[in-house]
């Protein structure tokens, strides 16, 4: 190999470069990217059972119907509470250390989104809406139940992070982390919602 | 800090470390450095590979000598014959090749390839390892349990897979579905440290085309699975629940759809080929810059070629449902893409005839593995082409072709791609330098009988073969005596094959034990983990010795230099070319 001389530019003794973002965020992105492909298969298989259904009526003409409009408040519950944690995060990005009511609060309604769901889940069992009672059911409950456990591990981060914060041990980062994890169980609520419940 | 982290010569104590963690035996067990929790993947798929390896001896001789007491098995059952052959595809994908290529390369090179001390996230990289050993430790649970292992085979096909009425093993196949299911969140885990790794641990002046191939492979690899495997989770927890709970995700006659499942599971599956094919390709060209002692040709076109080969396998997967009754309109979209995804591939290979074109070639036995690597995937990926068109394939599949084609695709990448990587790094990972000799010896007894295994089997698919089949004397038209010739060739030629692997573990007993002790960079090669100690430290560099980059890692032969190699950590004099 004695062919035309390869030029490789001189290069200064380099210096260790800016990350992009923080090792925590960039691994709670990449947890959130699985979780998304994880609903959307579940809604692809929704929609499927959905197209499949027979005589096209869905939902099924002989099970409960779910409660579109009680819902839209535990929604609203849940998108006030990422608000409030959007505002809190950005507050403490910018060195303000008095965030813990902020905090308290979207965890509080995050609490109150998971609790008002399961009354409604307790009223649908008793109108004969379960697991096995058809299709819809199951997927309704595997769909809607999945998130439901997403949305209890980010509040249980939540209070984790808030008890932190209450000693002063919360480093910026890891309130990143916790946050983006609830803006992911928020955000993907309105098209389950939509998809499921309309 | 020059503690050896992973020292076989176990029992010594290491008292100037007391703040590293637990100390003993207990360190193996309870690290978090990455190299421990490589040699722990890689001795857990080397295990799981000989399960999987008993498993095809069983149904082999089976299939070879039909009703025969199998020695140290038994008479196999049609039950026992179907838990034999899921079990042996399962284990060896999910168990073996994602194990060792991914998981033990993917954990021991990046961090050292590099330049940086550990992961970014050490204790999820040991949460992972815990993960994937109780995953073991379910699969194998769930092939002694009343009613036997799963036996619907490794794609899990509903209403099979669904009811244990048809598939009669109601505990083994849901166990088998759980196994899968936490396996798959240990390579998440995995996963999410090998990407923010590379993104975020590089050593000062990496850029992005200064990190070795390998590493961009293995980073793409886990960026496809944690992508794909996501609708197959979901997947795996409505078949769960179908099989436990009653649910008819997949049961038509409540209004489910069997397809659907073939969806979810193949929109994985596909990608997975390619999350496995990938550390391997990447291994395999490694090892051919540095024994060809030439730059790899095309470097940044190798880098885009996997990225778009990456964005492409997400659009093939229908590709294994031509004869479910898929949308004839859909099959031809999916044969073109499949078509489609053999360039990339091929412009790989090209690119690895290319870098050996004209190079100084050495034939030691990490490089007879790579060559063989691109010999034997080629066969492979051709007899693809069959199958990924839809005309052809309905005459082929389900026949012993496919089984051929994917073995000719998966045998390279997770033995031959296992042993060209473990062969080429066992002097990093032990200190100590393999026998050549003996190396050579178990490659030749290796690759010639699988190829006597494998090309019987493409003539009996052509010949009309089925698969999954326990017994062909009973289909009088598959029971002509040339057929079973060519199954005895097959069975004897795995026989032949087995008993080669014993070289293998003798050599690594035998080099342990007696090797001579291996220098920092006995090939001679560029990247950084050569720079260190071998086998590396904890830590992987002193901290004052971390490596710092001042070049790609394929500078080999440079022209006006005295060595005909420059590690990628050693400055350039001032207006040297």
Redesign the interface.
């Known amino acids: 190999m004695t062919a035309g001389a390869r030029i490789i530019p001189f290069r200064p003794r380099p210096r260790r470069p800016e990350k992009m973002m923080s090792n925590g965020v960039l691994g709670m992105l990449l947890a959130v990217f699985v979780e998304v492909m994880l609903f959307a298969g579940f809604i692809s298989g929704f929609l499927i059972v959905k197209a499949r259904a027979v005589g096209s009526v869905w939902p099924p003409p002989d099970q409960p119907r779910l409660p579109f409009e009680r819902t839209a408040v535990n929604t609203s519950f849940l998108i006030v509470s990422g608000i409030v944690l959007l505002i809190a995060h950005r507050a403490y990005q910018r060195g303000n250390k008095s965030v813990g009511p902020a905090l308290l609060v979207a965890t509080v309604l995050g609490a109150a989104f998971v609790a008002m769901q399961g009354v409604e889940w307790v009223a649908l069992l008793r109108e004969g809406l379960t697991l096995t009672s058809s299709l819809y059911g199951s997927l309704f409950y595997t769909i809607i139940g999945a998130h439901a456990v997403h949305a209890v591990i980010a509040i249980g981060l939540l209070g984790w992070a808030w008890l932190r914060l209450q000693s002063g041990r919360l480093p910026r980062e890891h309130l990143s982390v916790v946050a983006l994890f609830w803006y992911f169980v928020v955000l993907i609520w309105p098209f389950l919602y939509f998809q499921v419940y309309l | 800090m020059v503690e050896p982290a992973v020292d076989l010569t176990h029992g010594q104590h290491h008292d100037d470390h007391a703040d590293h963690g637990p100390q003993g035996w207990l360190k193996y067990l309870w690290s978090t450095d990455h190299k421990v929790i490589a040699m722990q993947y890689m001795f857990t798929g080397m295990f799981m590979a000989l399960v999987g390896g008993f498993m095809a001896y069983v149904f082999r001789m089976q299939l070879a000598f039909p009703g025969i007491d199998v020695p140290g098995f038994g008479m196999v059952s049609p039950g026992e014959y179907n838990a034999l052959v899921t079990n042996h595809g399962t284990i060896m994908i999910f168990w073996v090749a994602m194990p060792v290529l991914l998981a033990a390369f993917g954990n021991y090179l990046i961090p050292l390839m590099v330049g940086a001390d550990d992961m970014?996230?050490p204790k999820?990289n040991r949460l992972s390892f815990q993960v994937f050993f109780v995953s073991t430790i379910v699969i194998l649970a769930s092939l002694v349990v009343e009613g036997g292992g799963f036996a619907g085979a490794w794609t899990a096909y509903p209403p099979l897979s669904a009811d244990s009425t048809y598939n009669l093993t109601p505990l083994g196949s849901t166990l088998w579905v759980i196994g899968v299911g936490l396996e798959f969140v240990a390579f998440?885990l995995g996963?999410?440290?090998f990407?923010?790794t590379l993104?975020?641990s590089?050593a000062?002046?990496m850029r992005a085309f200064d990190v070795p191939i390998v590493v961009w492979m293995i980073v793409v690899a886990s960026i496809l699975f944690?992508?794909?495997?996501?609708?197959?989770?979901?997947?795996a927890?409505?078949l769960i629940?179908d099989q436990t709970?009653?649910?008819?995700?997949f049961n038509p006659a409540?209004?489910?759809?069997p397809i659907?499942w073939q969806?979810?599971f193949w929109?994985f599956g596909h990608p997975e080929v390619y999350v496995v094919l990938l550390p391997a390709m990447g291994v395999v060209i490694e090892i051919i810059t540095t024994f060809a002692r030439?730059?790899v040709f095309a470097y940044r076109t190798v880098i885009f070629t996997v990225v778009a080969t990456g964005v492409l396998s997400f659009f093939v997967w229908a590709h294994h449902q031509f004869i479910a009754g898929i949308d004839p309109r859909m099959a031809n979209i999916f044969t073109i893409t499949t078509l489609l995804i053999s360039v990339p591939i091929a412009e790989l290979c090209f690119v690895y005839i290319a870098t050996l074109y004209?190079?100084s070639i050495t034939l030691n036995t990490p490089m007879l593995w790579a060559l063989a690597f691109v010999a034997t995937f080629l066969i492979g990926g051709v007899t693809g082409i069959f199958l990924g068109a839809a005309g052809a394939d309905i005459y082929f599949h389900d026949t012993y072709f496919v089984l051929a084609h994917f073995h000719y695709t998966f045998f390279p990448i997770a033995i031959i791609g296992a042993f060209a990587a473990i062969t080429y790094w066992f002097p990093k990972m032990f200190g100590k330098m393999m026998d050549d000799r003996l190396g050579k010896i178990h490659f030749w007894g290796t690759i010639i009988p699988f190829n006597m295994i494998f090309i019987p089997l493409f003539v009996l698919g052509m010949g009309g073969q089925h698969r999954r089949i326990y017994n062909y004397s009973h289909f009088p038209e598959l029971a002509l005596d040339w057929f079973q010739d060519m199954r005895v060739l097959a069975t004897g030629s795995l026989l032949v094959m087995l008993a080669f692997q014993s070289v293998f573990f003798y050599n690594w007993y035998k080099t342990i034990r007696h090797g001579p002790k291996a220098p920092k960079n006995p090939w001679k090669a560029n990247s950084l983990e050569w720079t260190t100690e071998s086998p590396p430290p904890h830590g992987n560099w002193r901290p004052d010795e971390m490596p710092?980059?001042?070049?790609g890692p394929y500078?080999y032969?440079?022209?006006?230099r005295e060595d005909d190699y420059w590690p990628q950590n050693e400055?350039?004099p001032?207006?040297?070319?």
């Open positions: 970014v996230f999820v998440l996963g999410i440290n990407i923010t993104m975020n590089r000062p002046g944690m992508l794909s495997v996501g609708p197959l989770l979901a997947g927890i409505m629940f709970i009653g649910t008819g995700f409540m209004g489910g759809d659907l969806h979810l929109f030439k730059k004209g190079g710092v980059v001042y070049r500078e032969s440079t022209p006006d400055p350039s001032r207006g040297s070319a």
